[in-house]
């Protein structure tokens, strides 16, 4: 069994650790949890957590919420790593929430469309900062594509660089959702940093219709909302919505944003006032300090530089050459051989590493006409090794080594 992260382990049917109410593990990287003392394998590994059937659909569709009220429940930013058994559960029936809209909570056929590496932060001022790193381009484009015409979302990931981060709490009484906020070590509120807060996902609603250069903003704005104003006169709110940001604007203003994510272009939707979390919230939240006074911008989406935190911790198998922040390709399809007289073990190709590869297709460029494509080219090779290792896998069995590598210099004569 090959489990990635965020993936889910679970046993539907019977008890499982001695309860019918444990169904599994959500298995999670450690962010900067403290692990001292901790008796652990070599990277790469998981960490386990111990979910109660009623967060199943939760793990499944969105596990960023989850693990977040978990934080909450134990007050451990920006969550722990560690299951507690025979617990009430943190969520009951899925019952009223946004995210019943967006995702499938019964056959998990379509989910909200989660970007690695994509952060929204909620600044000191109110506006929305939705930053995109540009090698998950293919990702944007994938949600873009499987967007309706009306709606736009997105899932975020753990901001490293907030201090506090939306929650989504339900009320076991009703089933409704309401926001709460987790903060790190109250001794770490001094940075400057600290007033901004993170949100788990963002949707963009083309609900409002479009104004004329002359109209006045919509009435009725609630303490959670904000106007904003942008080509052509149109007006828009914002708001805060369970443990993410929803903002509504008109349809013209959703094709454009589409089509600047799709151009990978920087856009942003201007506002000349905005309260983004409602004013209970910051009752009881005396470190979410944000201020109503005017600015000039409510939404923006940037285009950063690539995301490289990755493999961090892994090394070769070869000669422990570190692998951090070296790109890398999942196989997901299943390259496995198996010898004629051994029914026993079987060899997988797991990952592709592409060591230099931005260099090394560059200078390809420049100097042929016909493009390579390095996968296509890692799968001819893995294909070969594997066929090659399979008569010997008993010996390799034997010899403890379950994590195998080849590393393969390309250039253009071979």
Known sequence: IFIRPWGISSCVDGEFLGSKDNCGFLYIQRNNQCIENLFLPEPPYL??????????????????????????????????????????PVYGEV??????????????????????????????HGSVSVRIPRNRYEEIV???????????????????????????????????????????????KKNPLSSSTGSSFIVINASLRSLSPTSSPPTGYSPVSGSLGVGGGSYGKSSTIEDGVMVQVDLETLKLLKQALKDMKDYTIISN???????????????????????????????????????????SPIDYFPMDRIQNSRIHYSLTHQHANNTHHNLRWTDIYFIDCDNFMRRLQTTTEHSLDPTKLADTIAKGFIQALTPVSDQLKEANCYKIGLRATIDREN
């Open 47 to 88: 960490f386990g957590i111990l979910l109660n059937r009623w967060e199943l659909p939760w793990a499944n569709v969105f596990p960023l919420r989850v693990m977040f009220r978990f934080g909450l429940q134990y007050q451990y930013y920006p969550w722990p790593l560690f299951g507690v058994a025979n617990r009430e």
């Open 95 to 124: 019952g009223h929430t946004i995210l019943s809209l967006l995702c499938d909570f019964r056959s998990y056929s379509y989910t909200l469309p989660t970007v690695r590496g994509l952060t929204i932060t909620i600044k000191e």
């Open 142 to 188: 994938k949600g873009l594509n499987q967007s309706l015409a009306h709606v736009l979302s997105f899932g975020g990931c753990l901001n490293q660089i907030v201090q506090q981060h939306l929650v989504a709490v339900q009320n076991p009484d009703d089933q409704q959702y309401s926001t709460q906020v987790i903060k790190t070590d109250p001794t770490l």
């Open 273 to 315: 006032k905005s309260v983004v979390l409602p004013q209970q919230l910051m009752e009881h939240n005396e470190n979410v300090n944000f201020n109503s006074d005017p600015i000039e911008q409510l939404v923006e989406f940037i285009w950063i530089e690539n995301d490289r935190d990755i493999n961090l911790g892994i090394r």
